[in-house]
């Protein structure tokens, strides 16, 4: 999907999607609050992953209702022009860019009162509850989204290759509260794996994709080489993240 599904015309600076001139947009406020943030005060990749999920929920339990629920997470990118700073006020703006047959893509332009400022795009795959699987999009999810992806076609195809055989290898200790109502890992606990262990700062362009979930109980080891890392659940990937430095 690099140069593919993410490829567009964003604002300055920014490789994503522009915000549509017509269709439906959300917008949601956050301060960046002591819990979210590192030793030297700058927003945490997983808490910033949790603000994503969060108007992302809000805006689809507004427009669609009980269906919101019904989404997993398959592929986010991330552009850091600068991240947000302890106490920033951000205002979250999000949209639908992409339409698939049974996922979309959402946008979300986060941009700080104090020159914070992240664009980011996901790829959500929409399922059936009582089977997990993936299900057609509903109708009435292409006439609130439709009109603000403007035709525009993506794909939920991962493309970050297996992990290299002999990568050093890293054990991760799972915790209660890293589980959320489903019973998986939560999508935003990945994004604390690798911050561990890839280089964040202003710049940089990271890519995390999701092959399946974590469940109790299963041994988690990181394998890191240069600027990858794979999440491993009993030795099967179950998410990959890329970081692009910045040019």
Do not use: C
Request: hydrophobic content about 40%; overall charge neutral; cysteine-free.
């Amino acid at each position: 999907m690099p140069g593919g599904t993410f490829a567009g015309v964003g604002v300055s600076g920014s490789t994503l999607p522009a915000a549509p001139s017509d269709g439906r947009t959300y917008a949601g406020s956050r301060a960046v609050r002591l819990g979210d943030v590192t030793p030297k005060g700058r927003l945490r990749l997983d808490a910033l992953a949790r603000y994503l999920q969060d108007v992302a929920n809000d805006d689809a339990t507004d427009a669609i209702g009980g269906d919101a629920m019904a989404w997993v997470v398959r592929k986010t990118v991330l552009e850091l022009h600068q991240l947000p700073v302890f106490r920033e006020p951000l205002t979250l703006t999000t949209w639908g860019s992409g339409l698939g047959s049974r996922w979309a893509e959402r946008r979300t332009s986060v941009v700080g009162e104090r020159g914070g400022r992240v664009e980011a795009a996901s790829i959500w795959v929409h399922v059936d509850l009582a089977t997990g699987r993936p299900k057609k999009l509903l109708p009435a999810f292409a006439d609130v989204y439709g009109p603000s992806a403007a035709g525009r076609e993506v794909t939920a195809r991962l493309t970050h290759p297996d992990a290299p055989p002999g990568a050093p290898r890293h054990p991760w200790p799972l915790r209660f509260a890293d589980f959320d109502v489903v019973a998986h890992v939560n999508n935003a606990v990945y994004w604390a794996m690798v911050e561990e262990h890839l280089d964040v700062r202003a710049g940089t362009t990271l890519t995390l994709e999701y092959r399946g979930g974590i469940d109790r109980h299963q041994a988690v080891e990181v394998a890191v080489t240069g600027d990858a890392v794979w999440i491993l659940a009993d030795g099967a990937v179950a998410a990959s993240a890329s970081a692009e430095p910045p040019r």
